[in-house]
C-alpha cells in the first residue's frame, strides 16, 4: 500500500506538478497523508475523507483528508483504487465545491493512466454512454431525476477527459490538472458552476460544440 502510495505522488504531484496534499495539521500523529485500513460499508471499497474547509478567511474553499482503503480490497486492484483516491486528495486541496462529475472522472482518468491494463476505470463507461442528452457536468446523482435511473454517469465521464487528454493534450493528465489549479472556488462566490469549463475555455482548443 505504501507503495503505490508513493507512486501515486510521484506520478500526480512530482511527475505533473500537481500541488501536493494539504498537509492534516498533525491528524495520526505527523503531517503526513495518512491511510487506514478499515471495513467499509458496501459498495464502497475506498473513500477519501476530508476535514472540510481549513480556512475561512483565506480567500479560498480548501481541506486536507485521509484514505480509507477496506482490508478486503484484492491485490489487483489497489494500486488503481489509491491513483484514483489520491486524486481526491489533492482535488480536495485546490476546491472542495468542485462538481462531483470532475471530482470522479477526474480520478478515473488517473487510474488509466496508472494502470492502463487494470479492469476498473472502464466499468461506468456505459452509463455515460448511454445518456448523451445529459449535460457534461453533471452526475448520475443529479440526473436520476430526470431520467429515473441510477447511473455513475460521473464515472464514466472520465472517457471524456481521455479524449480531452489524448486529442487536445499530451496524454499524461498535465490539460486535466490545469482544469483543476485554474478553477479553484473562492470564498467570496455565492453559487457554484462548473468552473471547470471556465478554465476549459481559456485553454482555447478547437473543440467543435
Excluded: C
Excluded at 8 to 28: I, M, R, S
Excluded at 135 to 141: L, N, S
Excluded at 191 to 205: I, T
Aim: charged fraction near 25%.
Amino acid at each position: 500500500i505504501l507503495g503505490h502510495v508513493e507512486d501515486a505522488w510521484n506520478a500526480q504531484v512530482v511527475g505533473l506538478g500537481l500541488p501536493a496534499p494539504l498537509p492534516d495539521e498533525g491528524e495520526g500523529g505527523d503531517e503526513k497523508v495518512d491511510v487506514y485500513l478499515t471495513v467499509l460499508a458496501p459498495p464502497a471499497r475506498a473513500l477519501t475523507i476530508t476535514n472540510g474547509d481549513i480556512d475561512d478567511a483565506d480567500g479560498r474553499r480548501a481541506g486536507y483528508a485521509h484514505l480509507r482503503l477496506d482490508p478486503t480490497l484484492e491485490d489487483e486492484r489497489l494500486g488503481p483504487f489509491i491513483a484514483h483516491e489520491f486524486q481526491h486528495l489533492i482535488q480536495f486541496g485546490i476546491d472542495l465545491d468542485a462538481s462531483l462529475m470532475i471530482f470522479e472522472a477526474s480520478a478515473v482518468l488517473h487510474e488509466r493512466l496508472a494502470f492502463p491494463e487494470s479492469d476498473t476505470w472502464h466499468e461506468n463507461f456505459e452509463d455515460f454512454q448511454n445518456m448523451p442528452g445529459a449535460p457534461i457536468f453533471t452526475d448520475g446523482i443529479a440526473w436520476q431525476g430526470v431520467t429515473g435511473q441510477e447511473g455513475f454517469y460521473e464515472y464514466g465521464a472520465g472517457l471524456f477527459l481521455m479524449y480531452l487528454e489524448q486529442e487536445h493534450g499530451a496524454g499524461d493528465g498535465a490539460l486535466v490538472g490545469r482544469l483543476w489549479t485554474n478553477s479553484g472556488q473562492g470564498d467570496g462566490v455565492g453559487e457554484n458552476e462548473p468552473d471547470w469549463l471556465d478554465a476549459l475555455a481559456d485553454e482555447n482548443l478547437d473543440i467543435e460544440a
